[in-house]
């Protein structure tokens, strides 16, 4: 009888020790790991102003993103990664794929108006004689009058072809 019970206490740790084993010889998912690494998104960080948009995009899965913004008063993102500004400040876009979160910080700001009277490129000087207005470094200007491109181009001013003003 001791000799059966060693005999199969033996048999027992031979066996479990086989499948121990071969549990830790089974491959694991290691091609979903693999993939994983090799999802990026193209923008970590991305400034732009009201109104204005950008595509962000994820590279390295074929497998679907669900997008989404953490403030849609600021910036709003769609089914395909467009990601739109709405207001000034900032917000984070985050992509998820395969349970795995991928973000976007994204600032917003206003856009900048220049006044047509008070910019320099709306500065344009016209001849007496002539017929068109032209920066101050073109060539053809001889005789110098400052006005604005609006009001040359209400008196029936063109713009020169040398300088393009």
């Keep these: 009888m001791k000799i059966l019970k060693?005999?199969?206490?033996?048999?027992?740790?031979?066996v479990t020790t086989l499948t121990i084993s071969q549990i830790t010889l089974l491959e694991l998912p290691t091609?979903?790991?693999?993939?994983?690494?090799?999802?990026?998104?193209?923008?970590?960080?991305?400034?732009?102003?009201?109104?204005?948009?950008?595509?962000?995009?994820i590279t390295g899965t074929s497998k679907k993103v669900k997008w989404t913004s953490s403030n849609k008063k600021i910036a709003v993102v769609n089914s395909k990664g467009k990601v739109t500004a709405k207001k000034k400040g900032t917000c984070t876009i985050t992509a998820k794929v395969n349970g795995i979160k991928y973000y976007c910080k994204v600032s917003v700001k206003n856009k900048k108006y220049t006044s047509t009277t008070s910019s320099k490129s709306s500065i344009v000087y016209i001849t007496k004689t002539g017929k068109k207005y032209h920066r101050l470094s073109c060539r053809t200007l001889r005789s110098v009058i400052k006005t604005t491109k609006k009001e040359a181009q209400a008196r029936g001013y063109t713009a020169c072809k040398v300088c393009c003003p």
């Design 6 to 14: 060693k005999l199969l206490l033996s048999v027992l740790i031979i």
């Design 31 to 57: 091609a979903s790991i693999a993939q994983a690494s090799n999802i990026r998104i193209n923008k970590t960080k991305y400034s732009l102003y009201k109104g204005s948009s950008f595509k962000l995009k």
